[in-house]
């Protein structure tokens, strides 16, 4: 994705962002993890715990972001525990309120670096090294924050608070990188959500050109549309993956579904819901007719319906 540098107030961190995806070290390392973890995950990517680690059509958004919210709260509460002095172990007990929470902080962690492995692998390119250096940092802090834990079981409280409060200063640095992978790059986001046009019924393609079984992709007013033609049904949606932004109709079609060439999510070509994620949003279904000849479309909401393309 390009990145815009028009913005002088936001030139600084595009620099720096572009410059961590050149670094030889990451690249290599990039590809060492890449070599491991693939195979893993083609292996079992069709497995539901897979698919719900991304959030899946089950949950409609990616489950990492929401996750990813648990440590940093836990964490901060440690800080604010620490700054107030609320860090003492209560009467009879060893384990102090901030060592709990710092404790709670690494097992959402834990979780958290789970799902995001599950989306690092459905992402390319610089988007996977940005990936990876946000997860790197995110286990630089919570290692910080399992070294803290540790010196605060073992009485030593001051070294605990330093730890911590450093732990959580990567954290949140590695947030940063997360958030630029969101909204500067647009990974795990919709890539159809604004996709409604055209506004009227336009020819897409003529009708001899898509023949029963065939499968094409056109453009029609600036929108890329996917057509199949199904037991003479003609069945129109948004040709851009939601997941992210692959053409669909270099896919394979398979019982009026079609399977995303790049990370393979499914989409039902009737309805365009999920079959199968990695997307967690429905393609947008276009209504389809046949008109002297031509194949026509029009816009729709980009929401999933359950209503099939007109013939008439
Ligand atoms: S682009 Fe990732 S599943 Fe389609």
Known sequence: MAESGGDPGAAWHQRVLAEITRWPWLR??????????????????ANPAVELMHGGRWLGHSLHPA????????????????????????????????????????????????????????SDAEDRRVGLFHGLLNGAGTTLQGMSLAARLAGRRRTGQVLGAAGLSVTVAAAYVGGHLVQGRAVMVNRVATHTGPQRWVKAVAEEDLPDGAVTGVEV???????????????????????????????????????????????????????????HHPQPVLPARVRNGW??????????????????
Do not use: K
């Open 28 to 45: 290599r390392l990039n590809d060492q993890v890449a070599e491991a973890v693939d195979p893993v995950y083609d292996r079992f990517r």
């Open 67 to 122: 996750l990813s919210d648990l440590p940093i709260g836990f964490w901060s509460a440690v800080l604010l525990l620490d700054m107030a002095g609320q860090d003492v172990p209560p009467e009879g007990s060893r384990l102090d309120p901030a060592s709990t929470l710092n404790a709670a902080g690494i097992a959402a962690a834990a979780a958290t670096a789970a799902t995001g492995v599950a989306d690092w692998t459905v």
């Open 221 to 279: 007013e600036g929108r890329r549309v996917m057509l199949h033609r199904s037991d003479g049904e003609v069945h129109a949606i948004d040709d851009v993956c939601s997941h992210a932004g692959a053409l669909l109709h270099r896919g394979e079609i398979d019982d009026c579904t079609v399977v995303c060439p790049l990370h393979f999510s499914v989409f039902d070509l009737r309805d365009g819901h999920i079959v199968r994620g990695p997307a």
């Open 295 to 312: 194949i026509e479309v029009r816009g729709s909401a980009p929401a999933p319906r359950s209503r099939r393309a007109s013939n008439s």
